[in-house]
C-alpha cells in the first residue's frame, strides 16, 4: 500500500514529553513531504497552540484540532472543517459542573475562556502556552452558537465515573472522550479526529485506505480505527493498542519516525 495522507496526535505522539520534536523525525518529516505524502496533526489543542508547533516542524498543510471540531489552513488560516457543541448540551453540561463545583472551561472562536483562575486553568494554559480569559458570568456563555470544545479537567479516578453519566445527559449529539487522564473533552459528535481525517482524504481525493494515523490515547480512536494504518504508540493506553493495526516506538524513541521510515520512506 503506498500511505498519501498520515495524521499524527501532538502530545505524547510526536511530541516527546519536554514537548519537542527531535530533529531525525523533522528529518524524515522533511523526506515525506519532498516524496508527496501530506504530513498533517490532529491534536485536541486549540488552533491557536497546534499552528505554533506546526509552523515550526515545516507543516503547510491544512490542520486538525479541537479533537476534529475544527480544520484550519495554515497559509490563509481558512476554515475548512467546522462543528460545535449544540448550546443545550453546553448549558446542561455548565448545570452539572456548577452543581458538583467541577472546573470546566470553554473554548470560542479560538479563545480559551474560565468562570475563575485556579490551579487547573493555570497549569493547562502552561502546558498549551495559550492565553485565556475569566468571565466571572460563565454561563451566559453557554448560549453562544459556536462553542467548539468543552473540557473538565479534574483527577481520573473522578472524571472516569461520570463519563456514563454525561454520555447519557448530554445524548447523542455530543462526543466525550478524554485527551489525557485529568482531562475530559466534549465536541459535536461529528467532531472527532476519525471524522476530520476522512473529511481532509476527500478534500486532497485521497483514498481512506492510503491514510496513516498515529496517537496515544482515547481521543484518538476515531481515526485509528478510520485510517488505512492505524498506528498505537507503545506508550499508549493498552485499549488503543487492542484495536491498532500496529504498535510503534514511543514518543521518546522516535515512535513516528519508525513508522515513516517503515510504512512510507522505505516502503
Do not use: W
Request: net charge negative; glycine share 6%.
Amino acid at each position: 500500500m503506498s500511505y498519501r495522507l498520515m495524521a499524527m496526535d501532538l502530545d505524547d505522539t510526536l511530541l516527546t514529553d519536554d514537548l519537542t520534536v527531535t530533529e531525525s523525525t523533522k528529518e524524515a518529516m522533511k523526506k515525506a513531504i519532498a516524496q508527496g505524502v501530506r504530513l498533517t496533526i490532529a491534536t485536541g489543542r486549540m488552533f491557536d497552540s497546534a499552528q505554533r508547533i506546526a509552523r515550526q516542524i515545516g507543516l503547510n498543510v491544512p490542520i486538525i484540532t479541537y479533537q476534529g471540531s475544527l480544520i484550519k489552513n495554515l497559509l490563509d488560516e481558512q476554515v475548512l472543517y467546522e462543528r460545535s457543541v449544540p448550546a443545550e448540551a453546553a448549558f446542561k453540561l455548565y448545570e452539572y459542573c456548577r452543581e458538583r463545583g467541577l472546573h470546566l472551561q470553554t473554548y470560542i472562536d479560538d479563545k480559551l475562556y474560565a468562570p475563575e483562575e485556579n490551579d487547573k486553568l493555570l497549569g493547562y494554559a502552561n502546558l498549551s502556552k495559550i492565553p485565556y480569559t475569566i468571565e466571572p458570568d460563565f454561563g451566559k456563555l453557554m448560549s453562544h452558537p459556536k462553542q467548539t470544545k468543552l473540557l473538565i479537567i479534574d483527577e481520573p479516578v473522578r472524571l472516569d465515573a461520570m463519563i456514563p453519566e454525561l454520555r447519557e445527559l448530554l445524548g447523542h449529539e455530543v462526543h466525550v472522550t478524554k485527551s489525557k487522564p485529568h482531562f475530559l473533552e466534549f465536541m459535536h459528535h461529528e467532531g472527532t479526529k476519525g471524522h476530520a481525517l476522512r473529511f481532509l482524504a476527500a478534500h486532497f481525493g485521497i483514498p481512506i485506505e492510503e491514510t496513516i494515523a498515529i496517537g496515544d490515547a482515547m481521543n484518538d480512536r476515531e481515526m485509528i480505527e478510520a485510517a488505512g494504518l492505524g498506528v498505537a504508540m507503545s506508550n499508549s493506553v493498552p485499549a488503543l493498542k487492542e484495536i491498532a493495526d500496529y504498535v510503534t516506538l514511543s514518543n521518546n524513541d522516535d515512535g513516528v519516525r519508525h513508522v515513516l521510515e517503515k510504512f512510507v520512506l522505505n516502503a
